[in-house]
Nanobody, 120 residues
Framework: QVQLVESGGGLVQPGGSLRLSCVAH????????MGWYRQAPGKERELVAM???????TYADSVRGRFDLSRGSAETTVNLQMNNLESDDTAVYSC??????????????WGQGTQVTVSA
């Protein structure tokens, strides 16, 4: 069974930086896309950044220019570098992957979520 393991997150002051990492564990044939969503209190979950198997990256307008999504040495790892953080970035950040398993089935997998709090 595939699992997404997240790391990073925490408390940071406005203008500071944090780095989130997500690793997919399990038997995976290919990763179609992988990235991060977030959900702030009282708001709907929104896409933060996503990378496709071809390397195309999509960013939310609110984070473009401040956040940088990259793949690790393997396609099963993504890193989100968050710079110049603002209070509006406070949310639970969840890793998401769309991948193909050994049966050829496309699965949508979510991580457990990690809290990012931006506060003075």
């Amino acid at each position: 069974q595939v699992q997404l393991v997240e790391s990073g997150g925490g408390l940071v002051q406005p203008g500071g930086s944090l780095r989130l990492s997500c690793v997919a564990h399990g038997v995976i044939v290919s990763v179609l896309k992988m990235g991060w969503y977030r959900q702030a209190p009282g708001k709907e979950r929104e896409l933060v950044a996503m990378i496709t198997t071809r390397g195309t990256i999509t960013y939310a307008d609110s984070v473009r220019g401040r956040f940088d999504l990259s793949r690790g040495s393997a396609e099963t790892t993504v890193n989100l570098q968050m710079n110049n953080l603002e209070s509006d970035d406070t949310a639970v950040y969840s890793c998401h992957a769309e991948l193909v398993d050994t049966l050829g089935i496309v699965q949508n997998i979510w991580g457990q979520g990690t809290q990012v709090t931006v506060s003075a």
